[in-house]
């Protein structure tokens, strides 16, 4: 398991808004506060959102005015991700 510490705009539309990540994944938080959520993740999940992360900062990926605050976010995700793992 990896414990993260991530912002938490992206993982609330990664986790909450889209039900993510697929079954059988594990994932917990352990603690969520305006700034931030730490989560603890298994190596699938880990996986996943740092795709979907990537995803979204892909100059290719999703793109529409309402998606700023997202991407952004979903950068700063996958820094975190990659500073921590």
Same mark, same amino acid.
């Given at each position: 398991?990896?414990?993260?510490? +991530?912002?938490? =705009? ?12 697929? %079954?059988?994944? %594990? ?5 969520? =506060? ?5 989560? %603890?993740?298994?190596? %699938? ?7 979907? /992360? ?12 309402? +998606?700023?605050?997202?991407? =952004?976010? /979903?950068?700063?995700? +996958?820094? /975190?991700?990659?500073?921590? =793992?």
């Amino acid at each position: 398991m990896h414990r993260l510490k +991530l912002p938490p =705009t992206f993982w609330d539309d990664y986790y909450t808004g889209r039900g993510l990540p697929p %079954e059988p994944c %594990e994932c917990k938080v352990v603690k969520a =506060t305006r700034t931030y959520v730490i989560v %603890e993740l298994d190596d %699938e999940a880990l996986a996943d959102l740092k795709d979907d /992360a990537g995803y979204y900062c892909d100059p290719n990926g999703p793109d529409a005015p309402y +998606l700023g605050g997202i991407k =952004t976010s /979903a950068r700063a995700t +996958l820094k /975190a991700i990659i500073r921590q =793992t």
